[in-house]
T-cell receptor, first 120, second 115 residues
Framework: GAVVSQHPSRVICKSGTSVKIECRSL??????MFWYRQFPKQSLMLMAT?????????EQGVEKDKFLINHASLTLSTLTVTSAHPEDSSFYIC????????????????FGDGTRLSIL | AQSVAQPEDQVNVAEGNPLTVKCTYS??????LFWYVQYPNRGLQFLLK??????LVKGSYGFEAEFNKSQTSFHLKKPSALVSDSALYFC?????????????FGTGTRLTIIP
């Protein structure tokens, strides 16, 4: 089945550090990937839609300069949290859908295992 | 706009009993509906989906869901609960409109199966 690999699974770093999270589709191509943020005991909040070869589409209220997204290939999207602060601590999850099935496809999104980011 | 409601934050069921996790949705057109399960510190795993056709959809691990258009519901069910079913369950909806790939999730329901 479709597998999405997310790395690292956990990051602990000092305030002011920039952190890069990778999301890879291992056995399919994805022109579109999604980045979510999940707070404790809450649902997933869509942060942005990552588009291969073009700029990401950010949801309202998400700082573009804070959360940099790069989708340079059909199998890799990265999220960089720049100058991270304690309030950026959260669980970040990416997802992707097999682009080969078409935009109208009813195929589900497949999720990575998430990255637990802790800023001290 | 599309939205999902999961009215129960927590559902407790005795092992071996049937379980139901409720979900209602709102979309402008016809929906794609999904159920996902999340285990601690993990991403979401796909359970099942409704696209069209039979209102009763069967998925992974013995789960099934019933689509009810008149009630705009998509409740998740299992005839006999296992302790290993304890997890966080999310219902999600996607509008069928061309180019709209966004999933909207409910707030999640924590299912606890009591041995």
């Amino acid at each position: 089945g479709a597998v999405v690999s997310q790395h690292p699974s956990r990051v602990i770093c000092k305030s002011g550090t920039s952190v890069k999270i990778e999301c890879r589709s291992l056995d399919f191509q994805a022109t579109t990937m999604f980045w979510y943020r999940q707070f404790p005991k809450q649902s997933l909040m869509l942060m942005a839609t990552s588009n291969e070869g073009s700029k990401a589409t950010y949801e309202q209220g998400v700082e573009k300069d804070k959360f940099l997204i790069n989708h340079a290939s059909l199998t890799l999207s990265t999220l960089t949290v720049t100058s991270a602060h304690p309030e950026d601590s959260s669980f970040y999850i990416c997802s992707a859908r097999d682009s080969g099935t078409g935009t109208r496809s009813n195929q589900p999104q497949h999720f990575g295992d998430g990255t637990r980011l802790s800023i001290l | 706009a599309q939205s999902v409601a999961q009215p129960e934050d927590q559902v407790n069921v005795a092992e071996g009993n049937p379980l139901t996790v409720k979900c209602t949705y709102s979309v402008s057109g016809n929906p794609y509906l999904f159920w996902y399960v999340q285990y601690p510190n993990r991403g979401l795993q796909f359970l099942l989906k409704y696209i069209t056709g039979d209102n009763l959809v069967k998925g992974s691990y013995g789960f099934e869901a019933e689509f009810n258009k008149s009630q705009t519901s998509f409740h998740l069910k299992k005839p006999s609960a296992l302790v290993s079913d304890s997890a966080l369950y999310f219902c999600a909806v996607r509008d069928r409109n061309f180019g709209n790939e966004k999933l909207t999730f409910g707030t999640g329901t924590r299912l606890t199966i009591i041995p």
